[in-house]
Structures are given as C-alpha cells and as structure tokens.
C-alpha cells in the first residue's frame, strides 16, 4: 500500500522551531521530487518548499525562505521540513506529496500524504 505519512506537527510559541517528516512507504521516493504544502483556515492549499529526487535542488517560498529547510534521506525513505523562527501566519496544516517528476518544476502531485497540524501561538 502506498502511503505518505508526516509527523512532528504541534504546537509551538512565536519564534519557536519545528521539525517535520514524511515517511513513505510502499514505494520509493527516491524517483521523486518532494513537495510540502499548506493550507490555513479559509485559504487555498500553498506550495511551501520542494526538493529534487537526489536532494541537489530546493526551492523555498518566499514567505519561508531564510526560515524553512527542506531535506531527505532516500535510505530512509524520509523527507524533512526543519521550519525555524516560526511565526503566527505559519499556522497551517502541513502535507507533503511525492510529484510526478525527479525536478521541483512540475507539480503535478502523484502521491499525498494525510497532514499534520501545526500551530503558532502564545
């Protein structure tokens, strides 16, 4: 069964630091870019960061960029979103999604996973 499974969401205060991972299973995400997505209340889904098949480009929105790391270990079968300096507006759920290609320029998403809260408050 294909899966992709995140984890790692919660809360955290203004400023705080979270670290986020989606695991797959069932195939091998090693042939895919990585894309992680949000989506907060009453806004559409967003594009946050990608990263190539073999980890040698990312790419970061702007509203992130500075702020957010994108990783993988495709021995591990894991991409990581270590999200630093996090602020209110970042609140969202989180999702990962394998796409259908090895590079970050095509988002058509084959796989997603089922998301993960995360909250910045005080």
């Known amino acids: 069964q294909v899966q992709l499974v995140e984890s790692g969401g919660g809360l955290v205060q203004p400023g705080g630091s979270l670290g986020l991972s989606c695991a797959a299973s069932?195939?091998?995400?090693?042939?895919?870019?990585i894309g992680w997505f949000r989506q907060a209340p009453g806004k559409e889904r967003e594009g946050v960061s990608c990263?190539?098949?073999?980890?040698?480009?990312?790419w970061y929105a702007d509203s992130v960029e500075g702020r957010f790391t994108i990783s993988r270990d495709n021995a591990k079968n894991t991409v990581y979103l270590q999200m630093n300096s996090l602020k209110p507006v970042d609140t969202a759920v989180y999702y990962c999604?394998?796409?259908?290609?090895?590079?970050?320029?095509?988002?058509?998403?084959?796989?997603w996973g089922q998301g993960t809260q995360v909250t910045v408050s005080s």
């Open positions: 069932g195939f091998s995400l090693a042939y895919y870019a």
């Open positions: 999604a394998a796409l259908n290609s090895y590079y970050c320029s095509d988002w058509e998403v084959a796989y």
């Open positions: 990263i190539s098949s073999t980890a040698g480009s990312t």
